[in-house]
Nanobody, 129 residues
Framework: QVQLVESGGGLVQAGGSLRLSCADS????????MAWFRQAPGKEREFVAA???????WYAYSVTGRFTISRDNAVRRVHLQMNSLNIEDTAVYYC???????????????????????WGQGTQVTVSS
């Protein structure tokens, strides 16, 4: 059973930066596609960014150019560097794994919640004005 644990959330002023991390205890981290989703109060969970086993990345339009997803296979961690944060980025951020070894996704892939089978508990990010 894969266990994902997020860290790095907190309170930041608009325009500031935060770096989220997700530790993966699973044995197949290197071959999985990892992603970040977020859920704001009263809204549905939405895709933020994903990175596959060959380091290809996908981003939601709303975060493109501001957020960067990366992974460190040596320590089984995935990161989300968030810059130029705005109030609309306030949400609980969740790490997810597809648990599908070496699965390929097209460049036009639109990641969905159903594509991922393992989830962390989430970390709160609050952006103040």
């Amino acid at each position: 059973q894969v266990q994902l644990v997020e860290s790095g959330g907190g309170l930041v002023q608009a325009g500031g930066s935060l770096r989220l991390s997700c530790a993966d205890s699973g044995r197949t981290f290197t071959s999985n596609t990892m992603a970040w989703f977020r859920q704001a109060p009263g809204k549905e969970r939405e895709f933020v960014a994903a990175i596959n086993w060959s380091f290809n990345t996908w981003y939601a339009y709303s975060v493109t150019g501001r957020f960067t997803i990366s992974r460190d296979n040596a320590v089984r961690r995935v990161h989300l560097q968030m810059n130029s944060l705005n109030i609309e980025d306030t949400a609980v951020y969740y790490c997810a794994s597809d648990d599908q070894r070496w699965k390929s996704y097209s460049r036009s892939w639109d990641p969905q919640i159903s594509d991922f089978s393992s989830w962390g508990q989430g970390t709160q990010v609050t952006v103040s004005s």
